[in-house]
């Protein structure tokens, strides 16, 4: 199993977060970008933690069943792992070493590269050379990635009850990033050179990343501490309000399904949270980086669907605050509906860094 796939098969991006799977597939043509297909299916509490699949049975009924309505046209699939289980460390090796001697040098004791004493048959590794070494001429930089066998088996066997096979691994943070990178450059409102910061507010986790240039290149260049704070803990204010269940409550928010009361003395208050959260956020920035002022900050993750939760942002912040939408200059096939891609689209970074890994060229 490689974690990098290395297949020219067309795949479906399958993100499994904590609160749902989402389904995204993207083809290319003369006219530029199209959404194939696309889905998104609630999961129940607690079938994922820490970003691993808890509940194999749960997750992959959830998967079939998003399947069957979404009707991909491949059947190959690049999900995303994540969380305590993976592992990823950049180590230098000697810059004379042939690619089969770095996959060697690595393969006979990869635990000890990753500086773990584990069993390395428990362990499913692999390696990217990404060039030589700022400091020392004479060594190359090898990006390494390991992951425990087991949660591996987990998201292939959830992906088998629908059907799919899994042709690539990719690391979340990467295809997080790789999906800043890319729309961050597509965006006409963004010039080259400009300092931007993705905010993406999930259900547990708010983070923040700024993209800037390096060496001409554009690079992720800060990456705040995770905040574990995000909307689960309106869906718990909501659920302990209107005695619902937590797939309802989720639901509900999606579809602005709640009681009048709901928006001023729920809603209202937490966007206000978000918005001084996020500013505490952006001040450690301006305090720990010298990388300057924010050009843009890009909201993301399903709670920058709330409407004016931006509006609240901007008061707190300086910078020019939108919403993104990796869609807004793709076409879409008609089979999808584009009233829920819109609604969802903030969501959508990691689904999309996963289906553009379709257009992979090797
Ligand atoms: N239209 C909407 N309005 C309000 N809240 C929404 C909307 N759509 C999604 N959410 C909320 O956003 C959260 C899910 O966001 P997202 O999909 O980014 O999280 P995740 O990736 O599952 O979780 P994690 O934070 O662990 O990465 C849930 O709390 C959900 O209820
Ligand atoms: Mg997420």
Known sequence: MSIFSLKPDPVVGIDISSTAVKLLELSRSNKGIKVESYGMEYLPEKAIQDKNIVDIEVVGNVINRLVTRAKPRSQYAAVAVAGPTVITKTITMDAGL????????????????????????????????????????????VLLVASHSETLNAYITALEMANLKVKVVDIEKYALENAFITLAQSMPE???????????????????????????????????????????????????????????????????????????????????????????????????????????????GGCASIPKLVDHVKDKVDGHVMTINPFSAMSIATRVSNHALMNDAPALMIAYGLAHRTFDKY
């Open 190 to 300: 963004i010039d080259e050179g400009d300092t931007v910061a993705l905010i993406e507010v999930g259900a547990t986790i708010t983070s923040l990343r700024v993209l800037g240039e390096q060496k001409g290149e554009p690079k992720v260049i800060y990456t705040g501490e995770d905040l574990m704070f995000g909307g689960n803990q309106l869906t718990e204010q909501i659920q302990a309000r209107y005695d619902l269940s937590y797939e309802e409550t989720n639901l509900a928010k999606r579809n602005n399904d709640l009681p009048d009361d709901y928006f001023k003395t729920i809603l209202e208050p937490f966007k206000i949270d978000v918005a001084a959260q996020i500013k505490l956020m952006v001040e450690h920035y301006y305090k720990h980086s010298d990388y300057g002022k924010l050009s843009h900050i890009l909201m993301a």
């Open 98 to 141: 042939s690619e089969n001697d770095i996959k060697e040098q690595i393969e006979m004791s990869p635990a000890q590269y990753l500086g773990q004493s584990e069993n390395s048959e428990e362990i499913e590794f692999d390696y990217q050379v990404i060039g030589p070494n700022d400091k020392d001429e004479s060594r190359v930089d």
